[in-house]
T-cell receptor
């Protein structure tokens, strides 16, 4: 079946540094990928929609200069948390949408990245 | 706007008990409806889906029926197991703007005791 690989699964970084999270669709092409943030015991908050070859669309209240998204190919989107602060600590999850719309109506999720900023 | 509301948890059941997790939605048009499951420390896995009114999604003993008249998509299972302990999310997609982003409910934690 469809697989989305998200890397790293866990990362600890110092305050002020930047962290890059990768999301890859392994056996399908994804024109669109989604980035979510999840706080403990809470639901998933959509941060942005990543579109291959164009700028990401950010949800209201999400700082685009802080959360940089790049979707340079049909199988890879990256989220970079710039100048990270402890309040950025969270669980980040990506979702890839099959371009052909064949798999689960396109929503295959990565396993998530636990970011801890110290 | 579009939204999903789930019953608050946690829901604690004994093994082999009957499970119902309520989900209602508000949406314009005709959304697709989903149930996702999240095990501790992991991403989301699609459990089942329904794309039109009166459709029943089913998987691994779980079922949910798309009820347009009550705008509901309640999740049920006749006999839960300890391994079903997880967080369950109800979600909808309206395929707006051709991006098809998912809107999630707040999640319901299920704890099944032996």
């Amino acid at each position: 079946g469809a697989v989305v690989s998200q890397h790293p699964s866990r990362v600890i970084c110092k305050s002020g540094t930047s962290v890059k999270i990768e999301c890859r669709s392994l056996d399908f092409q994804a024109t669109t990928m989604f980035w979510y943030r999840q706080f403990p015991k809470q639901s998933l908050m959509l941060m942005a929609t990543s579109n291959e070859g164009s700028k990401a669309t950010y949800e209201q209240g999400v700082e685009k200069d802080k959360f940089l998204i790049n979707h340079a190919s049909l199988t890879l989107s990256t989220l970079t948390v710039t100048s990270a602060h402890p309040e950025d600590s969270s669980f980040y999850i990506c979702s890839a949408r099959d371009s052909a719309g064949r798999i689960n109506y396109g929503y295959t999720f990565g396993s998530g990245t636990r970011l801890t900023v110290v | 706007g579009n939204s999903v509301t789930q019953m608050e948890g946690p829901v604690t059941l004994s093994e082999e008990a009957f499970l119902t997790i309520n989900c209602t939605y508000t949406a314009t048009g005709y959304p697709s409806l989903f149930w996702y499951v999240q095990y501790p420390g992991e991403g989301l896995q699609l459990l089942l889906k329904a794309t039109k009114a009166d459709d029943k999604g089913s998987n691994k003993g779980f079922e949910a029926t798309y009820r347009k008249e009550t705008t509901s998509f309640h999740l049920e299972k006749g006999s839960v197991q300890v391994s079903d302990s997880a967080v369950y999310f109800c979600a909808l997609s309206t395929l707006s703007g051709n991006t098809g982003k998912l809107i999630f409910g707040q999640g319901t934690t299920l704890q099944v005791k032996p």
